[in-house]
């Protein structure tokens, strides 16, 4: 089972006053009650809130919220006086509307993802650079995504191999089930599944529900996956330690259940 999560950077609400919060505060638990409690005292209705993960071990969270004042009894700058007067809030900054009708964070910017920095593409947006371009280019494309994704995948598992550090994995298997495919998951790629996995004659299978890439290709009469294939040998490349080739053999692209994904060593391939 997955449910969908939007990550909201943007609402659009025609004809209420939407503003934005960018609230940079100690996380306590009555502390965000507090906040909570203040805006429904003043009627203003919370659209969107998310919060970013935790600064160890000083706790430290940054949250936005989207937030409509239609029918608030405060101004938006006078409710920003008030928010400040909580203990825990360090800083807060107002996101005004550029137009009537659409808000958009501009204030938290870079985006990141622990330590490194982030960018979100939507599908619109990625449909040129996964689809499109096949058809400028034809098999050129795709070798190119490949080569994009292998080396993609190497410096995910580069971070995988770091986290696994940190939380005690070691081999090659337990830091791919436990930390490449939840990262997998959690950015948005697909839903992998591991159906085997042999490191001393190495042989991977892989199963992907609802691949992003895959999903663009649907009605397509041969597998679709080149970019997500090639970063699932790099990571598997970094991890077991040997140039690790990856083919497609099941794609959602040709009305298959799921996409599945066979490595194998790159020097055991045929020319």
């Known amino acids: ?9 943007f609402i659009v609400s025609s004809g209420r006053k939407i503003y934005g919060f960018l609230i940079k505060a100690t996380f306590k638990h009555d502390n965000l009650l507090e906040i909570v409690s203040l805006l429904t005292k003043h009627n203003v209705k919370i659209l969107f809130l998310s919060f ?3 600064t160890i071990p000083a706790e430290v ?31 807060i900054e107002i996101i005004y509307p550029e137009t009537n009708g659409f808000i958009a964070d501009t204030a938290s910017f870079p985006l990141k993802i622990g330590e490194n920095r982030a960018i979100i593409i939507r599908d619109i947006g990625y449909k040129g650079l996964l689809t ?19 080396e993609a995948g190497l410096e995910y598992g580069k971070d995988h191999k770091r986290i696994a550090e940190e ?14 495919m939840p990262l997998f998951i959690s950015v948005g790629y697909g839903r992998m599944e591991k159906i085997e996995f042999k490191k001393d004659k190495p042989y991977v299978l892989l199963r992907v529900y609802d691949n992003f890439e895959c999903e663009l290709g649907k009605g397509s009469n041969t597998v679709f996956s080149h970019f997500v294939r090639g970063m ?22 040709m009305g298959d259940p799921y996409c599945e994904f066979e490595s194998i060593p790159k020097s055991q391939i045929s020319v």
């Open 52 to 54: 970013s993960r935790p």
């Open 132 to 150: 499109d371009i096949r058809t400028k280019f034809g098999s050129a494309a795709e070798a190119f995504l490949y080569y994009l994704g292998f």
């Open 1 to 9: 089972m997955s449910t969908p999560f939007d990550i909201g950077r």
């Open 61 to 91: 969270v940054t949250s936005l919220s989207f937030c409509d004042f239609t029918e608030a009894d405060i101004s938006v700058d006078e409710l920003k006086k008030e928010i400040k007067l909580i203990n825990s809030v360090e800083q």
């Open 167 to 180: 939380v005690g994995l070691k081999e090659a298997e337990e830091i791919h089930d436990n930390i490449s």
């Open 232 to 253: 699932i040998a790099g990571v598997l490349s970094e991890l077991l330690g040997i140039n690790i080739y990856t083919k497609e053999i099941r794609c959602i692209a």
